[in-house]
């Protein structure tokens, strides 16, 4: 598959098939996450892969509702996390990327969440162009995530993927054109203040 056919293609799947992803082809998703790029080649990632049920039922009970103040269910990837084969949780190790020594290169401090998401973006490539279905799930108590997995301190969990065989076809999701997010030379965009 091209990259850019790739790139068009995949959607984020919240259905799957109950047929098993073996080791194998986990291992090639990951393989594509860890050729990431990261903020001077850190990799600050750390991937958990979770298999048992009821781990994958404790995370599906650690997301958050797109509702304020909502049940885990509320989360439109509640059932995917709970039923896929497989659930791939990214953590990062903290005060690493987007730091020279102890202190913040930039005004945007720690940038683990720009790597993992890199890595995470190759993650979902790899599997759509193997067949697999993902969706990045960030709204989610990443605490009580962390604790679930055993996640210790100078670590935390970022998002998670369910990763399986699609038993859906979404349609795309509509994007912005490029006219309303591309400017050139300047930012010419109208802003709130116009
Ligand atoms: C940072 C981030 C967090 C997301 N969190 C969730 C989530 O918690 N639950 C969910 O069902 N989808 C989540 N999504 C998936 C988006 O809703 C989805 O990517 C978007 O609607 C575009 O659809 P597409 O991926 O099919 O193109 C998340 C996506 C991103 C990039």
Same mark, same amino acid.
């Given at each position: #598959?091209?990259?850019?056919?790739?790139?068009?293609?995949?959607?984020?799947?919240?259905?799957?098939?109950?047929?098993?992803? +073996?080791? *194998?082809?986990?291992?090639? @998703?990951?393989?594509?996450?860890?050729?990431?790029? =990261?903020?001077?080649?850190?990799?600050?990632?750390?991937?958990?892969?979770? *298999? +048992?049920?009821?781990? $994958?039922?404790?995370?599906?009970?650690?997301? /958050? =509702?797109?509702?304020?103040?909502?049940?885990?269910?509320?989360?439109?990837?509640?059932?995917?996390?709970?039923?896929?084969?497989?659930?791939?949780?990214?953590?990062?190790?903290?005060? $690493? =990327?987007?730091?020279?020594?102890?202190?913040?290169?930039?005004?945007?401090?720690?940038?683990?969440?720009?790597? @993992?998401?890199?890595? #995470?973006?190759?993650?979902?490539?790899?599997?759509?162009?193997?067949? /697999?279905?993902?969706?990045?799930?960030?709204?989610?108590?990443? $605490?009580?995530?962390?604790?679930?997995?055993?996640?210790?301190?100078?670590?935390?969990?970022?998002? #998670?993927?369910? /990763?399986?065989?699609?038993?859906?076809?979404?349609?795309? *999701?509509? *994007?912005?054109? /490029?006219?309303?997010?591309?400017?050139?030379?300047?930012? =010419?965009?109208?802003?709130?203040?116009?």
């Amino acid at each position: #598959m091209k990259v850019q056919e790739a790139i068009k293609s995949r959607r984020s799947i919240r259905r799957y098939k109950t047929t098993p992803v +073996d080791d *194998r082809t986990v291992e090639r @998703v990951l393989e594509a996450a860890r050729w990431a790029p =990261s903020w001077a080649n850190n990799q600050c990632w750390r991937f958990i892969v979770v *298999r +048992d049920n009821k781990t $994958k039922a404790e995370l599906a009970n650690a997301l /958050l =509702s797109v509702e304020k103040g909502g049940t885990p269910d509320g989360n439109p990837a509640f059932r995917a996390i709970n039923n896929a084969p497989v659930v791939i949780v990214a953590c990062a190790e903290l005060g $690493k =990327s987007g730091f020279y020594g102890e202190e913040p290169a930039t005004d945007k401090g720690d940038w683990y969440i720009f790597d @993992v998401a890199l890595a #995470m973006q190759n993650l979902a490539l790899a599997a759509h162009e193997l067949g /697999l279905g993902t969706v990045h799930v960030a709204l989610v108590d990443a $605490k009580k995530a962390a604790s679930i997995l055993q996640v210790p301190d100078g670590f935390c969990v970022v998002e #998670m993927t369910p /990763l399986g065989y699609p038993d859906q076809e979404p349609r795309p *999701r509509p *994007r912005k054109e /490029l006219s309303e997010i591309v400017s050139y030379e300047k930012f =010419s965009f109208q802003t709130p203040c116009d």
